[in-house]
């Protein structure tokens, strides 16, 4: 988990630029900062007693204008209408593959974007697609390069028909952090729950998609965002690559800590910096298919990489395991261990997940 930002503004640039980020805080709340200082700002968030931030060096021309393709919401008064596939595919899911993928990606000392740990898993990451997707001609998997250790991984299902071009996101940020003493890319940081547990649920979707033979009308990207926990580095740059290109993105879902209850176990829909159209009908997903107890709660600036896409006028939504302050408090240590998590729970996600997939990349009826 790492807050939003829509107004710009001029800042005096340092003379040692080369060795600051650019860090925003909030709308019209910028300052130039070392990575020690970020690590900081990190901790200090994490532990409750600051809100989050996004890196903007390389990207603070982004505005919040609205894409061409986005001035008509298709989730719009829409309701699910897939059920028949959505019903067949859900069985398939498995319980023990995503409890699984959270125990390897936990076992990496560290996901750093710096350190080879984060690259390490990162290729692990492209590996697993690869693997699933194996005898698969419509399925591409492609490590995104940053300028940084690790890269963001992307694997693509190929729509057909006329809404081919169209694209459904669902993404999770692939790198972990912690606080403490020593350097941030030495640290212990399992990140079993932030954010193990969405990689795992995407990996999971993506098996039963991928080996059901599903074939979606819109194009599925699957993506491991790099360095979310940095200032959204990862999202931001490839949000930017999407709307340079001007491609469609319909919709996107953020999977970011799925797998630990609380003292009241419900699924939390984030409200703020989401697109509201989109928020209803996932909502309407969890009435159709899981049919457990949903919330809705704010999460602030930038929380996630939702952020990314939501800033640059993109539908995003984002299910989240509980409210802020009830939500996994080990996050950020070496102790967001798997142990810590419910795979019962986390499983509402990735049936949640799939749903979405599904319903999202078929042709509306």
């Known amino acids: 988990m790492h807050v939003l930002l829509f107004s710009l503004f001029i800042v005096n640039v340092p003379v040692n630029a080369s060795e600051l980020r ?30 989050g931030f996004m890196d903007v060096t390389d990207f603070a021309d982004v505005s919040d204008d609205i894409p061409y393709f986005q001035l008509k919401n298709v989730f719009e008064n829409k309701a699910p209408s897939q059920q028949r596939i959505v019903d067949e595919l859900l069985p398939e899911l498995s319980g023990q593959n995503f409890w699984e993928s959270i125990e390897v990606l936990s076992a ?32 591409t998997v492609e490590l995104v390069q940053h300028g940084f250790p690790q890269p963001s991984v992307v694997a693509t299902i190929q729509g057909r028909g006329p809404k081919a071009n169209e ?3 669902l993404g999770g940020h692939s790198d972990s952090t912690s606080s403490g003493g020593g350097l941030p890319a030495t640290r212990r940081a ?3 729950d932030d954010n193990a547990s969405g990689i795992a649920t995407l990996l999971e979707v993506f098996r039963v998609l991928a080996q059901s033979g599903f074939q979606p009308d819109r194009t599925i990207e699957f ?14 740059a490839i949000v930017r690559a999407h709307k340079t290109q001007n ?32 928020n209803r009908f996932t909502e309407a997903l969890i009435d159709t298919y899981l049919k457990v107890p949903r919330q809705q709660a704010p999460c602030g600036y930038g929380c996630s990489d939702h952020a990314s896409w939501t800033r640059s006028g993109y539908p995003a939504v984002f299910p989240f395991e509980a409210p802020l302050g009830q939500d996994n408090a080990y996050i950020h240590s070496a102790y967001d ?12 996600f990735v049936k949640l997940g799939l749903a979405f997939a599904i319903e999202t990349s078929l042709g509306e009826k």
């Open 190 to 192: 399992p990140g079993a």
């Open 22 to 51: 650019l860090i925003e805080t909030g709308p019209g709340q910028r300052a130039w900062m070392t990575e020690q200082e970020i690590d900081a700002l990190a901790t200090a968030r994490h532990s409750g007693r600051s809100a």
């Open 167 to 169: 694209r459904i996101v």
């Open 223 to 236: 993506i491991a965002y790099a360095a979310e926990e940095v200032g959204l580095l990862g999202s931001q």
């Open 108 to 139: 990496f000392h560290n996901r750093y974007y710096k350190s080879e740990s984060g690259l390490a898993a990162a290729n692990w990451i492209a590996d697993q697609f690869t693997r699933l997707a194996e005898g698969r001609t419509d399925v």
């Open 337 to 348: 261990t798997i142990d810590k998590l419910d795979m019962a729970f986390g499983m509402h």
């Open 247 to 278: 491609i469609p993105v319909i919709a996107v879902m953020q999977l970011d800590m799925t797998s630990y209850p609380g003292s009241n176990p419900r699924l939390t829909l984030i409200s703020d910096y989401v697109n509201p159209d989109l």
